[in-house]
């Protein structure tokens, strides 16, 4: 059962992560406040799956420090990404509401790239178990 469900955060994981890739390629006008959305979405749900494979209970939050905090009780080195991952938590609601300042398409590729690094070292982090 366990190894079902974290695959299956990983799944929903990757559909975040392929939404926010697509939507930078829409032109002339991306939807760049949408697309740091589904990169938060990625890598909350990549760090939930590693919580989930190791048997780690979680509350229900979009706060990627806390979650890196949690895994970094199992693994010290999640300390290593907690500053990347904390530059995405507001993106997990504040982008959903009017705002009086846009995102830029810098921060939604800087959004990319961070959950694409989130997703390798969390992969590695399962595989070296396996």
Wanted: proline letters at 4%.
């Amino acid at each position: 059962m366990k190894e079902k469900n974290f695959k299956e955060w990983i799944k929903k994981a990757e559909k975040d992560l392929i939404a926010a890739k697509h939507l930078l390629s829409i032109k002339p006008n991306p939807p760049y406040d949408i697309i740091c959305f589904h990169a938060q979405q990625c890598a909350e749900k990549y760090i939930k799956a590693f919580l989930i494979y190791k048997e780690i209970e979680f509350e229900k939050t979009h706060d990627l420090g806390k979650l890196v905090g949690l895994a970094s009780i199992n693994d010290e080195s999640f300390i290593e990404i907690i500053d990347i991952a904390e530059k995405l938590t507001d993106y997990a609601v504040d982008v959903r509401y009017p705002a009086p300042e846009e995102i830029t398409e810098e921060e939604a590729k800087e959004a990319i790239k961070i959950a694409e690094e989130i997703k390798e070292f969390v992969l590695k982090k399962i595989r070296s178990d396996d």
